[in-house]
Structure formats: C-alpha cells, structure tokens
C-alpha cells in the first residue's frame, strides 16, 4: 500500500519541480525580453507567482486546445468514414494495399508532424527572436509592438501535441526505423517543448502590468518613480520613461524609506507613448497624479 503512495508523491514532486522550473524560464525569458539584467535571486514567491501564472495560462489555454483538436479529430472521422467505400474497394483489388497503408501512415503522420513542428519554431524565432531588451534605450515603435495572442494559443496547441506524439514515440519506437532514433525523436520533443513553451509565455503570453511606485529614499536623497518591475530579497527595480527612453533604476532596499504603489500601467503601452512625446503619460506624472492604494515601509 506504501509503494503505490510514495510514487504518487515522487510523481507529484517531478511534476512540482518542472513547473517551478518553467515559471523560472518564463521569468527569465520575459525579463530579457525588457531588458533587465538580474544578477541575484528574483526571490521564491516571485518564481512561484510566475510559475502559478503560466499553470494557470496552460490549463486556460489547454483546455480550448483540446476542444480544438477534438473537432478537428471529428471532422477527420468523418472524412474516413466517408472514404471507407472507395478503401474497401482498392483492399479486394489490391490485397496488399491496407497492409502497406497501415505500416507506413504512422511513419507518414510523424514525419508530417516534424515539418509542421519545425516550420512553427521557425516562425517563432522570427517574430521572437529580435524581442530582447524592448523596453531599455531608445524605444521603437516596432520592438514595442503587441505579439498577437494566438501566438501563446499555438504554442499550446503545438505543446499538447509533442508531448503526446514525444511519449507515444518513446513508448513504441520500433518498426522500419531504429528503435533509438525513434526515442531519441520522442525525447527531443518532450524536451524542446518544456523549454520553448515557457520561454514564448514569459514573451508573448503573459500579462506586462505592472503597478506604478513612488520610493522615497532615506538620506535626503531625491525620490524616484517609475513601474515596479521586481522586488528581490536586496533590491527595488524601477523601469522609467525619460522623454524616448527607457531606463532601470535597481534601488538598493538599505536607501528606500518608504513604498507607495499606485495603480497598475502596461510598460509597453507607456513606451508607446513615450515616442510619442506624451509627457502627460510618462512614468513621472502617472505616478505623481494617480491615487496610491498601498504603502510598504523598509
């Protein structure tokens, strides 16, 4: 009765452990995708938040996916069934046609998925592969631009099926090919999709709100605003407009004296604006003119 129990823990915290891993990944991936260097630990509750955030995404996301794949799956039913006349025919003709049609569709199928999954980490990695440090130096109306949402969409799409088509492999990789370059086909979908998937939700999946901060500074020193990015166990990190920049203030918590946070603001919509040359909506007067809703003292 013990074994049983004791491998449903050890199951419970392999998949704990990836998910933790994940939500670092994504973290990881969405902060280089700002362009703010972290050189320390980020902190357990903000690697747990994030990986909470993209559980919560996959699940929403899956969920839609699999009704998706079940229509999909229907509709391809009924196309067989509709064929099924025209196959019987060609099966009493040519005895040996269903015989060679059941061995190499698998085969057929799995290539097909090959393509499609390279053609779309192709794709991603030109919509993606230039979206690093977006929010630092100069903006740009491009780099700034929003990633459509069916990007995170697909990438689940895309992630339900390699890890189906990576277990199934590994499960019965025997036939025509190498039972090794079958597993090892099976083992590098799992894997690549483990890693990129978070990677696209930290750029392309997650929400870029972030509360507005007002930090007053100990030592008569001049107190700084801007949206609070991160808060790790020895600084306070600050993104900030000035007037077609952006910059990252990290304020070491031993200098803060007080926190105010004020409503959340969307760190791309604000660098848009930035370019535009709208002062009325640069971090400064946002949080200067909005209501604070909380104080933290350090």
């Given at each position: 009765?013990s ?6 823990l050890e ?15 994504s973290l ?6 700002l362009?703010i260097s972290?050189?320390?630990?980020m902190g ?5 938040s994030?990986?909470a955030?993209?559980?919560?995404a996959?699940?929403?996301y899956?969920?839609v996916?699999?009704l998706?794949l079940?229509?999909?799956i229907?509709i391809?039913t009924?196309?067989?069934r509709a064929l099924?006349?025209?196959f019987r025919y ?6 040996d ?6 061995t190499?569709?698998s085969y057929?199928a ?6 499609i999954?390279l053609?779309w980490?192709v ?9 690093s ?5 100069v ?6 631009a929003?990633?459509a949402p069916?990007?995170?969409f697909g990438?689940?799409t ?8 990576g277990f199934?492999?590994i499960r ?5 090919l190498p039972?090794w ?5 099976g083992a590098y979908?799992?894997?690549s999709a ?13 929400p870029?709100?972030y509360s507005t901060?007002?930090v007053s500074l ?5 107190p700084q605003c801007?949206?609070?990015v991160?808060i790790?166990?020895q600084?306070l990190?600050?993104?900030q407009t000035e ?7 990290y304020?070491?918590?031993?200098r803060?004296?007080?926190?105010m946070?004020?409503s ?15 002062a009325?909506?640069s ?11 909380g104080?933290?003292?350090f």
């Open positions: 009765m074994i049983p129990f004791f491998r449903i199951s419970a915290a392999g998949i704990i452990s990836l998910l933790v891993a994940a939500g670092y990944l990881r991936a969405h902060l280089n995708h362009g972290v050189l320390e630990e357990v509750e903000r690697i747990l994030e990986t955030s993209l559980a919560q996959l699940l929403m899956g969920l996916s699999v998706l079940a229509v999909v229907l391809i009924i196309i067989r099924k006349l025209p060609l099966h009493r003709r040519y005895p046609f269903a015989q060679h049609a059941n190499y569709s057929i799995f290539f097909v998925f090959c393509a999954y053609v980490h794709y991603l990695f030109l919509i993606l592969g230039d979206a440090s977006v929010a630092v130096g903006l740009e109306k491009a780099k700034l929003s990633i069916w990007v995170w990438q689940v895309v992630f339900l099926l390699a890890i189906q088509a199934q492999l019965n990789g025997s036939g025509a039972g370059l079958i597993k090892s086909a979908l799992i894997a483990l890693i990129v998937t978070p990677t696209v939700f930290g750029i392309a999946g997650r870029k709100d901060a007002f100990a030592e008569h020193q001049a801007g949206l609070l991160l790790t166990p600084h990190v600050l993104w007037g077609q920049l952006g910059r990252v203030i304020l070491p918590k031993s803060v004296r007080s926190l946070v004020g959340p603001a969307n760190i791309m919509d604000l660098g848009r604006l930035a370019i535009q040359n709208k009325e909506y971090t400064d007067a946002i949080c200067h003119y909005l209501k604070p809703v104080q933290a003292r």
